[in-house]
């Protein structure tokens, strides 16, 4: 097992206090795609990811659940939270806290086919919701599907919900035409609860592009900023929203090539955001900084700093980073990596941050 090298900059505004591998050691798993939520009232922490058994990419992944009630430091065994047989169930966009007794999980279930071309060898997709409002200990049933694009729906959008001036809820997603091509991404609205989820605007669609994984932050000035991922050019994308997502700017390039964003306000008030990086001479998560919401960027370094003959394929790719306040100038963080001869592992890190 490779103890984790995290390898952020010195001057970076997020400083690595420790790091570990979660749930590590024998039998061998392959554990991605994590997210994590807090509590406020308690600090307890809610952690989702997908689960594997052996080291093969397989149609066959239960999605577990994981509390821990000291800031991260020691975590409950996990347990399954959704299943389903023949299918590779993950959480879409992860936890969304809405209040401390309404957390809502998007549970996604797809089917592999690595005979496939593209970057989602997949031929099946089904999303629904559940709720928790007992800090985890039960679950809703899930809800009925949830399609709102002709093929593949994804509420993805690490920071989800974001509450708007009326009390309904803004969430990222993004979808398919058709099976894996032609990827748009934008936002949808729901009630305040997250139910009754209303049909997309758009920020990014183009015939010759395929947009997807986005993330919203709001700014200090009350805008809205999003970072997109691009298929095939892998450089992404960013857009501003001043009217709380009806409408969009034009795109405009990151400095940055960039899978699975994560944007994180820090004590100052600038973002970092933290990435899957595309760039394969700087593999693993890397993060990047705009003090000026998003009209600049520069890089700070990396989470996951990820040996280079790390298998870069679909399917076998690190990241899904996400980050969570843990009260003070603490901060949780928490990836997966690339596979190894361990499978693949979670990630958990805690930060301090001294922007402010």
């Not at 590590?24 to 997908?50: H, I, K, M």
């Not at 009260?327 to 922007?355: F, I, K, N």
Request: charged fraction near 20%.
């Amino acid at each position: 097992m490779v103890a984790p090298a995290p390898a952020l900059l010195p001057d970076a505004p997020l400083e690595v206090l420790d790091a570990q591998m979660l749930f590590a050691g024998p039998p061998v798993r392959r554990r991605s795609a994590p997210s994590v939520a807090r509590l406020e009232s308690s600090g307890r922490l809610l952690l989702v990811f997908t689960q594997v058994a052996g080291p093969r990419r397989a149609s066959e992944g239960a999605l577990m659940l994981t509390t821990s009630d000291d800031g991260g430091g020691t975590w409950a065994e996990a347990a399954p939270l959704y299943a389903y047989p023949g299918w590779f169930c993950m959480s879409i966009g992860g936890l969304a806290r809405i209040a401390d007794d309404l957390v809502r999980l998007f549970l996604g279930r797809i089917q592999f086919d690595f005979s496939l071309a593209g970057t989602e060898p997949m031929t099946g997709w089904h999303v629904s919701s559940t709720f928790t409002t007992d800090g985890g200990s039960s679950w809703a049933s899930p809800g009925p599907e949830i399609r709102l694009f002709p093929t593949w729906t994804e509420l993805y959008g690490a920071s989800n919900p974001h509450r708007l001036s009326d009390g309904s809820l803004l969430w990222a997603v993004s979808g398919t035409l058709d099976r894996d091509v032609r990827w748009q991404s934008g936002v949808c609205w729901s009630d305040p609860r997250g139910e009754h989820i209303g049909e997309p605007t758009l920020i990014a669609a183009a015939s010759d592009r395929d947009y997807s994984d986005t993330d919203l932050v709001r700014l200090d000035d009350g805008r809205f900023l999003a970072v997109v991922r691009e298929h095939k050019t892998l450089q992404s994308v960013q857009a501003w929203s001043a009217d709380e997502g009806r409408t969009w700017s034009r795109l405009e390039p990151t400095p940055f090539m960039a899978s699975n964003p994560k944007l994180f306000r820090v004590r100052s008030g600038a973002v970092v955001c933290a990435y899957r990086d595309e760039d394969l001479d700087r593999r693993g998560v890397s993060c990047s900084i705009t003090e000026d919401g998003g009209r600049s960027w520069r890089f700070i370094g990396q989470l996951y700093a990820a040996p280079q003959e790390s298998e870069h394929r679909p399917g076998d790719v690190c990241g899904y980073p996400d980050l969570i306040g843990l009260g003070g100038d603490l901060v949780g963080a928490v990836l997966h990596t690339y596979p190894s001869v361990d499978g693949v592992e979670l990630q958990w890190l805690r930060l301090r941050d001294r922007s402010a």
